[in-house]
Structures are given as C-alpha cells and as structure tokens.
C-alpha cells in the first residue's frame, strides 16, 4: 500500500458527522477526450467546484496522477441472487465501476439488493426487473435453468423439463403476446417497480403468426407508449438489424446488444448497414445509443451449438471473421448517427473494455468517454456525472499512468472516490 493511499485513508475516513471541503493539487483530469492539469479542484458537500470554497478543511495532494471519472457498466444481469450481492458489489469496485445496468433480474430480489446497495453506498444500478416477451421465448429458458439448479442443462430430458417450467413467470419475465396481454398485465408489471423497461425483439420478420418466437411491432410500440406514460425508458434486446429498424419505429432509444452480436459466423453477413431516409430521420431525432456486447466474441463461442453441449468455441479463422464484421458493422453504425455505451453482459466488466481498446473499435479517448462519461449518463441521464465541471458529482479514479498510453494502467487503481468519499472494495 502505498503513501498516498494511506495519507487519504486516514483523512477520508476520519470524517464521520460533517461533509468536509477538500483541496485536491495536481491532478490529471480526463475531459473532453483528453488529460488537462488543474492545480486546484475542490470538493464541497460530495461535488466539484473550482471556485476556492471559504474553508478548507483538508488538502490531497495527487502528486501528478491520471483521474478519471468512474466506469459505468451497460448491460450486466450481476447483482442479483441475494447471496452473490455482497460480492458482485466488490468485484464492480475493484474494477472500478460504479454504476450498472442491470438488464433483467428476479423482480422479486430487487428490494433486498436495492437495500444493500443502498448500505454499501458503493455503486448504484437501475434495474429492469422482469423482461418482456413472449410465452416460451427468451429469457424464460435462462431464468428457469438457473431455478432448476440442474448442471447438464443441455441433455434432451433436461431442456424438455426446464422448457416447460414457468416458475420464474411475472418474475424474471413476463409473457405479453399480444396488446390484450400487455393490458391485463400491466400494473403488476408497474408494481415491481423496474427503473427501466426490457423487451424482447428477435428476428421479428422471421416471426410466425401462429407460435410468435417474439413481441410484435404492434406489441412492443404499445409497450412503449404504457411505458412512457409511466416516465419509464424502454432497451430493446435486439438479434438482427431488422429487430433494431423496428425498435427506432416503435421510439425505442437504447439497445442492448449489436445487431447479429451473437450469430454463426459461417457465413459473412452484411455488415455495411443500410437505413432508409425516413429511418434516418428517426436515428436523427431519438439520437439512439448501442450497447454492443463486443467481447462475447472473445470468450464465448458464437458457434455454440447442441453438438458442442453449447461449450464450443470459435476457431481462429471464425473469430478473425466475426471480429471484421464488428469492426464495419460498428463504422456503419456510428456513420449512421447511433451513439454507443459499454456493457459486458457478461462476468466481467474489464474484458469487455479491454476488447474494446484491443481492438481499436474507437479511438482511446473516444472509448474512455464512452466508459466514463457516455455509459453513466445513459444509466441515470438526471444526474452530473462523468465530467469534471463546475457542481458534478465528486466522484474519480486515481492512476498511476495514463491510460491513453498504457491501458494496463485501468487494470491497476489507487484509489476510488465517491462523491468525496473514500470507497475500498473488501
Ligand atoms: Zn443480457
């Protein structure tokens, strides 16, 4: 441990009963895409101010440090099951991440882990709650495997049995095939209280009137009006570029995965995307943000399949394929006018941005906004975050090293502040 860390230990937490004024000298600061010098920033009442309060009550030096706002983590599914809470907390802060998009949990869990996180007061998470789809479809199957408890999930006999349980129904999920569902459904769904609403949109011009495999446009524009009237925003999990035209024509304005972030890569796909003037209007006017769900593509095989138990993985030449058409698909994405954030949808925040930085898909400075500025501000829009301005929320990283030259750098930090307050992960 080193002196720094200890010198604002020791000052941070000595602090109990009245909010404090702190000096912070020579820092680093990232904003607007690059490390500026300030040899004065102040913090009064947990909040930036670089006008020189009255009193100081104590002064940090940061000794020439990087600082950088706080990641914010997209699209996770963490922070769920009761038992894993405490830990999911501490794994987000190690990595640095203070806010999370939780985007569909077990309704009925969500007060308890509101109530931790409100103890902990180390990160906050706006959470969807059930997602919405249609019967038998996805993500029932996931949520009743995981109340199954059954490990050969993938055996015939198994899926058989998980596919017909609905034990996790109006809880993880909710049914609506049709605006009559939507109705009679409704306000039980409003009564779990979600912060944002998730539906389901997959391969929605493959979908067969008789067994819908997904929401209907009809449906989910419906949706999105009940949502509206209630003052809640609406993230479509998306499978094909069609599932995101029909999104932006219902007014859906954040998305959840990439289109085809998740397909077979044997065969190449049109990554160069085509949207029509009137499309582009709707782009223009909803300015829509893509949490693409990049590094699914590292880890996990998108060739996962019932011949390989779901287990296989990409070889080199499909990976190298898959990684080509994420790279255009996202040139056309951000050409088109779509603004993106970041989420892993998976274990670990890091990997997801690490891909990200790995494999060039923007700019360094332009992913470390999208990480720190853009993802918290979708996450809770109301709120100053993410910049060091004038009465934005005291919250930062301390680095070692800048991060533009060496991302390792992000993988090593020294210090957590929130809203002036110390945060150490247990
Ligand atoms: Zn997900």
Same mark, same amino acid.
């Given at each position: 441990?080193?002196?720094?860390?200890?010198?604002?230990?020791?000052?941070?937490?000595?602090?109990?009963?009245?909010?404090?004024?702190?000096?912070?000298?020579?820092?680093?600061?990232?904003?607007?895409?690059?490390?500026?010098?300030?040899?004065?920033?102040?913090?009064?009442?947990?909040?930036?101010?670089?006008?020189? !309060?009255?009193?100081?009550?104590?002064?940090?030096?940061? &000794?020439? /440090?990087f600082i950088i706002p706080p990641f914010a983590e997209g699209h996770t599914h963490k922070i769920?099951?009761?038992?894993?809470?405490? !830990?999911?907390?501490?794994? +987000?802060?190690?990595?640095?991440?203070?806010?999370?998009?939780?985007?569909?949990? +077990?309704?009925?869990?969500?007060?308890?882990?509101?109530?931790?996180?409100?103890?902990?007061?180390?990160?906050?998470?706006?959470?969807?709650?059930?997602?919405?789809?249609?019967?038998?479809?996805?993500?029932?199957?996931?949520?009743?495997?995981?109340?199954?408890?059954?490990?050969?999930?993938?055996?015939?006999?198994?899926?058989?049995?998980?596919?017909?349980?609905?034990?996790?129904?109006?809880?993880?999920?909710?049914?609506?095939?049709?605006?009559?569902?939507?109705?009679?459904?409704?306000?039980?769904?409003?009564?779990?209280?979600?912060?944002?609403?998730?539906?389901?949109?997959?391969?929605?011009?493959?979908? &067969?009137?008789?067994?819908?495999?997904?929401?209907?446009?009809?449906?989910?524009?419906?949706?999105?009006?009940? @949502?509206? @009237?209630?003052?809640?925003?609406?993230?479509?999990?998306? &499978?094909?570029?069609?599932?995101?035209?029909?999104?932006?024509?219902?007014?859906?304005?954040?998305?959840?995965?990439?289109?085809?972030?998740?397909?077979?890569?044997?065969?190449?796909?049109?990554?160069?995307?085509?949207?029509?003037?009137?499309?582009? /209007? #709707? #782009?223009? /006017?909803?300015?829509?943000?893509?949490?693409?769900?990049?590094?699914?593509?590292?880890?996990?095989?998108?060739?996962?399949?019932?011949?390989?138990?779901?287990?296989?993985?990409?070889?080199? @030449?499909?990976?190298?394929?898959?990684?080509?058409?994420? /790279?255009?698909?996202?040139?056309?994405?951000?050409?088109?006018?779509?603004?993106?954030? #970041?989420?892993?949808?998976?274990?670990?925040?890091?990997?997801?941005?690490?891909?990200?930085?790995?494999?060039?898909?923007?700019?360094?400075e332009d992913i470390l906004t999208i990480a720190?500025?853009?993802?918290?501000?979708?996450?809770? !829009?109301?709120?100053?975050?993410?910049?060091?301005?004038?009465?934005?929320?005291?919250? +930062?990283?301390?680095?070692?090293?800048?991060?533009?030259?060496?991302?390792?750098?992000?993988?090593?930090?020294?210090?957590?502040?929130?809203?002036?307050?110390?945060?150490? @992960?247990?």
């Amino acid at each position: 441990m080193n002196k720094l860390y200890l010198v604002i230990i020791a000052i941070l937490t000595s602090i109990v009963t009245f909010s404090q004024t702190i000096r912070l000298t020579n820092g680093n600061y990232f904003q607007d895409g690059r490390f500026k010098h300030y040899a004065n920033v102040y913090i009064k009442d947990g909040k930036f101010t670089f006008i020189k !309060p009255k009193v100081i009550d104590t002064t940090i030096n940061l &000794e020439n /440090k990087f600082i950088i706002p706080p990641f914010a983590e997209g699209h996770t599914h963490k922070i769920d099951n009761p038992k894993e809470v405490g !830990p999911d907390i501490n794994a +987000f802060v190690k990595q640095g991440v203070f806010y999370a998009f939780v985007l569909n949990n +077990f309704s009925s869990n969500v007060k308890s882990n509101r109530n931790e996180l409100l103890n902990s007061k180390k990160i906050e998470v706006a959470f969807a709650n059930g997602g919405i789809t249609v019967t038998g479809q996805h993500p029932s199957f996931v949520y009743e495997r995981i109340i199954s408890d059954i490990k050969e999930w993938w055996l015939p006999e198994n899926t058989a049995k998980i596919k017909n349980s609905r034990k996790g129904e109006n809880d993880a999920y909710w049914f609506m095939d049709n605006i009559e569902e939507v109705d009679k459904k409704w306000e039980a769904y409003l009564k779990t209280k979600p912060d944002v609403v998730k539906v389901y949109l997959m391969n929605v011009n493959k979908n &067969e009137t008789q067994n819908p495999k997904t929401l209907s446009e009809n449906t989910v524009s419906y949706i999105v009006k009940k @949502a509206k @009237a209630s003052n809640l925003r609406v993230v479509a999990h998306i &499978e094909s570029l069609d599932d995101l035209k029909v999104g932006l024509r219902c007014g859906i304005s954040i998305f959840g995965h990439m289109p085809h972030y998740n397909v077979n890569f044997s065969k190449e796909l049109p990554a160069d995307f085509q949207f029509t003037e009137l499309e582009k /209007k #709707i #782009i223009k /006017k909803l300015r829509p943000v893509i949490i693409p769900t990049l590094s699914f593509n590292d880890e996990f095989s998108i060739v996962r399949n019932e011949k390989n138990n779901y287990q296989g993985e990409l070889d080199t @030449a499909s990976f190298n394929r898959s990684l080509r058409f994420q /790279k255009t698909a996202i040139k056309s994405l951000h050409q088109n006018g779509f603004k993106f954030a #970041i989420g892993s949808d998976r274990e670990y925040f890091m990997s997801e941005l690490l891909y990200w930085f790995k494999n060039n898909f923007f700019s360094y400075e332009d992913i470390l906004t999208i990480a720190t500025k853009e993802t918290p501000k979708l996450i809770f !829009p109301t709120r100053k975050l993410g910049e060091f301005k004038e009465g934005f929320e005291a919250s +930062f990283l301390v680095l070692n090293q800048d991060p533009l030259k060496n991302i390792q750098a992000l993988k090593s930090i020294e210090l957590l502040i929130k809203q002036g307050k110390l945060i150490v @992960a247990k």
